[in-house]
């Protein structure tokens, strides 16, 4: 562990994400500093040294790798590719952010999180949702009795993505809608069942459309949960998709509904719903990223636990491999 204060990133790839990921909460901490960048394609890499003041622009991303300033790194690149380099950033010695979900599949992520144990680093899979005090008021609302005894959860995120975009498309980039969109809603139902208590679901049933070959656009999941009580996941990225985000819980007293989880800083509406009457709430915080971000540097810092460590990757990644098998398509990354 660094004496510095100071967390010291590199960053893997000029993803798009990395501006509001990464990027936006870096510059307003002083204790995250971005030290290196390596991108495939170099002009891409210069031009966001540039605009976010980072001084290094390494050749490659093994060379990034090898540098000693990089203390921990982010790790934005299609999923196709965040075993490959998080295992590589690991066994560099790094601390690894990855995007989700965190690989390929539930193989690639064991063998992802058993590297980091192995090295004593911390691996954190980037649900910046669940850092937001948002989750944590969710939580009260399901553990305090509001809504009784839990009968359903349901969970979707839909959103048109163009069917150009190759990395969500594509089954080689282990492209696909449950991939993408839909391990939120995935983890937004685990985390309620936890809640209450009720543990991992199983998936009953699993309903896909393709759009390219093997590539899920539109996916249905039934799932049951300990008690009786049964679940379900929506999600789409079709040419009909339209932006949605949304976690239900009813119980015998009660529901809680949020809608947009996803992204509660940019606007966001928790319901609570019982025999006395419905009442709204909006949970105030920073931005997701910016709680990711604090959460993070705090874990490499002070070996804080993360919600979003290997556990609930390995959980995460499980289902979606039971669905996929389900629905009777290949896994990704074979």
Not at 88 to 113: F, I, T, Y
């Amino acid at each position: 562990m660094s004496d510095s204060p100071e967390l010291r990133l590199g960053v893997l790839g000029a993803a798009k994400i990395s501006t509001k990921a990464l990027y936006a909460p870096a510059a307003d901490m002083e204790n995250i500093k971005i030290v290196a960048i390596a991108a495939r394609d170099r002009s891409r890499a210069v031009e966001h040294a540039a605009q976010h003041g980072i001084d290094t622009v390494h050749d490659s991303y093994q060379e990034l790798l090898a540098d000693p300033r990089v203390e921990a790194v982010y790790n934005p690149l299609p999923i196709n590719l965040h075993h490959r380099w998080t295992i590589a950033a690991l066994e560099a010695g790094k601390h690894v952010l990855c995007e989700k979900p965190l690989a390929s599949n539930g193989a690639e992520v064991r063998a992802m999180v058993a590297t980091a144990r192995e090295h004593g680093l911390v691996l954190a899979e980037a649900f910046h949702w669940r850092y937001h005090p948002l989750a944590d008021r969710i939580r009260s609302v399901l553990t305090d009795g509001t809504i009784g005894q839990p009968e359903t959860i349901d969970a979707g995120f839909t959103a048109h993505i163009d069917s150009g975009d190759d990395v969500r498309h594509s089954y080689e980039l282990s492209g696909g809608v449950l991939m993408d969109l839909g391990c939120y809603p995935v983890q937004w139902a685990r985390f309620a069942a936890h809640c209450l208590g009720l543990g991992e679901p199983e998936v009953v049933s699993a309903s896909m459309t393709d759009g390219r070959p093997e590539v899920d656009v539109i996916t249905e999941l039934q799932l049951a949960f300990a008690g009786g009580v049964s679940g379900s996941i929506t999600t789409a990225m079709d040419s009909t998709a339209v932006f949605g985000a949304w976690l239900i819980v009813h119980g015998s007293e009660g529901s809680l509904q949020v809608q947009n989880p996803l992204a509660p800083h940019v606007q966001h509406d928790l319901v609570i719903t019982t025999s006395g009457g419905e009442r709204h709430e909006q949970v105030e915080g920073r931005t997701t990223y910016h709680h990711q971000m604090e959460a993070f540097a705090a874990a490499v810092r002070d070996g804080r636990e993360l919600p979003t460590g290997g556990h609930d990757a390995i959980a995460t990644m499980d289902l979606i491999d039971t669905a996929y098998r389900a629905a009777g398509l290949p896994l990704r990354g074979n």
